[in-house]
């Protein structure tokens, strides 16, 4: 962004829906936008206009320097983009109506990354990059249909990797909030099914990407 958005532009940006981000207003109030950074053209029909991150900052009041040092954990360290979590990061997580957004953005771009690079355009079934980055993506599925992840003195899902290709080892803590994890990754494309630990006896899921 070259220079504050004028008046008109805030209040084109403030009437942008609170979750996705969408835009109303005319093709030149839109253009002007897009060309500050604040928004962007969906490629696909009906090319709707979205804000960016930074357009969804300038309608967020500027937070006090303390909330903004406690902000800071919602991303990976070192890392400039999102990141799902997986339960257990020694970064506290702050949620809110951004957080909600940013999980919210993600998981509509990985819809739209299914439909780009699946052979059928399915989005019901994960796509390459999920098989390649399973940690990720099966976060970010609990994450964005509202399940809470794990934090340091607070119960949630927690994902790890395992030594099976293709799976992941999704705990919970107890059986209904287990089941409940299932059943989300079950709607967004995965396979997954309970087994105990032989030595602690803990219930957990094995979780793989559908292929069919």
């Known amino acids: 962004m070259t220079r504050p958005p004028s008046a008109a532009?805030?209040?084109?940006?403030?009437?942008?829906?609170?979750?996705?981000?969408?835009?109303?207003?005319?093709p030149a109030q839109l253009a002007a936008l897009v060309k500050q950074g604040l928004a962007f053209r969906h490629p696909r029909p009906p090319h709707d206009h979205f804000l960016t991150p930074a357009g969804h900052r300038v309608r967020e009041p500027a937070p006090e320097p303390q909330a903004q040092a406690q902000a800071a954990p919602e991303r990976a360290p070192g890392a400039g983009v999102f990141a799902a979590r997986a339960g257990g990061e020694a970064e506290p997580l702050v949620a809110g109506p951004a957080r909600r957004r940013e999980v919210h953005s993600a998981w509509q771009g990985l819809l739209e990354l299914r439909r780009m690079t699946n052979p059928d355009s399915a989005v019901d079934r994960p796509c390459g990059w999920e098989r390649a980055h399973l940690v990720r993506a099966a976060a970010l599925a609990l994450e964005a249909a509202g399940h809470r992840p794990a934090g340091g003195d607070t119960g949630g899902y927690r994902v790890r990797a395992t030594p099976q290709p293709e799976a992941v080892a999704v705990y919970a803590p107890d059986a209904r909030a287990l089941a409940a994890c299932a059943a989300t990754l079950e709607r967004a494309g995965w396979q997954a099914g309970e087994y105990t630990e032989p030595r602690t006896r803990t219930r957990y899921l094995l979780a793989s990407p559908r292929r069919v």
């Open 9 to 26: 532009q805030r209040r084109v940006i403030e009437g942008a829906d609170p979750v996705t981000g969408r835009l109303s207003a005319t």
